[in-house]
């Protein structure tokens, strides 16, 4: 499942076609009206997903490896929530988690200090509550349906748990963090089964692409 919105929707439609090339029998697509925040494009998923968990991806973000310890990780947690953490020299360019050993306090969205090392990445499992949370959610100070906010309602019912992502992880959200993404991709290659022969690299910046993915 494809979310995007703004002038650009069709391009995704042309690029991706109808998943053929990826080995997909077909792929679905829903269009986000405005700027209405990411976890307001999760909820036009809620038709496709029912009640099976699912995992997010936004549009902008690029591993070095793959995601599949942490699914296989998540499948075993059977409910609830898990984040995928990178740590990083500059972590409050994007939401910081507070840690207590495997315990996630709190998610603050850019603070000026920082409670850990760590940045929370665009990837995000969830199960059906989800759609429920969104819910109940209030717009933020700048009129969107923040991750943040359904990422803390999950923190606050002990239903939230974090894998760090092994590999570099970068997002193309911005010209300067594309060009980094793409040295990055042309250095060592992207979406690795195996990370054993690849060197580590840094984490770029970038602002949220409204794309999600069901991986499942």
């Not at 972590?91 to 409670?115: A, N, S, T, Y």
């Not at 969104?134 to 990422?151: A, H």
Request: charged share 25%.
């Amino acid at each position: 499942m494809i979310v995007t919105g703004g002038n650009s929707a069709g391009d995704f439609l042309k690029l991706l076609g109808n998943g053929k090339a990826f080995g997909l029998k077909h792929l679905n697509y829903a269009y986000q009206e405005g700027e209405g925040g990411i976890a307001e494009a999760l909820s036009l998923v809620e038709h496709f997903a029912g009640s099976e968990p699912i995992c997010v991806v936004l549009g902008d973000n690029l591993i070095q490896g793959n995601i599949r310890a942490a699914v296989d990780s998540y499948r075993r947690q059977e409910r609830g929530a898990k984040i995928l953490l990178k740590r990083i020299p500059d972590p409050q360019r994007f939401g910081v988690p507070q840690l207590d050993g495997k315990r996630v306090v709190q998610i603050e969205e850019k603070p000026h200090q920082p409670k850990s090392e760590y940045a929370v990445i665009g990837i995000y499992m969830y199960d059906a509550r989800v759609f429920q949370i969104i819910r109940t959610l209030k717009p933020s100070g700048r009129g969107e349906l923040e991750i943040t906010d359904v990422n803390n309602a999950y923190i606050e019912g002990g239903e939230m748990t974090w894998d760090e992502l092994e590999g570099w992880w970068s997002d193309a959200g911005t010209f300067e963090s594309l060009l980094h993404a793409s040295n990055l991709v042309a250095k060592t290659g992207a979406n690795h089964q195996e990370l054993e022969h690849a060197a580590e690299a840094g984490a770029e910046r970038g602002d949220p692409v409204r794309q999600r993915a069901k991986l499942a």
